[in-house]
């Protein structure tokens, strides 16, 4: 019998900010097709949890996978597969559109035929 890898997996997670803990010791497994959502209060360490889930915080110890992936080494494999909206969105006021597109084609690593796809897609709906 095979299994599959779970889409979320931390062993011991911990993240520290100076002195303090942000995360500590967060064990979670998600399988895949599974639907799952963080909740508490402020400062219970959802947002901490979800930064370095996707790889834009590095532990500070243990480990977390998405797809199977390490996310301290594997970052950018894990982002061409998905996708996060946060709650808030501050954009820098001097980015157009299209720097925007190229923004977030350099981050997923898509490379220059989906950057220029992009393009093409934002000509369309005269963006």
């Known amino acids: 019998m095979t299994t599959m890898t779970p889409a979320i997996q931390t062993f011991s997670l911990t993240k520290t ?3 303090s803990r942000g995360i500590r010791n967060v064990n979670l497994t998600v399988e895949r097709g599974e639907i799952f959502g963080f ?4 400062g219970a360490g959802k947002s901490t949890t979800l930064r370095t889930l996707l790889g834009f915080l ?10 199977g992936l390490d996310v301290a ?5 894990i982002h061409r597969h998905l ?4 709650s808030e969105f501050n954009l820098e006021d001097r ?3 299209l720097d925007l597109l190229r923004f977030y084609t350099d981050l997923r690593g ?4 989906s950057l220029n796809r992009a393009y093409e897609l934002a000509e369309r709906l005269d963006a």
């Open 83 to 86: 996708g996060n909206l946060p």
């Open 110 to 113: 898509s490379g220059t035929a």
């Open 73 to 77: 080494t594997h970052s950018v494999e």
């Open 17 to 19: 900010y100076g002195g």
């Open 95 to 97: 980015m157009t559109g």
């Open 58 to 67: 590095r532990p500070t110890s243990g480990r977390a996978d998405v797809l």
């Open 39 to 42: 909740l508490g209060p402020n």
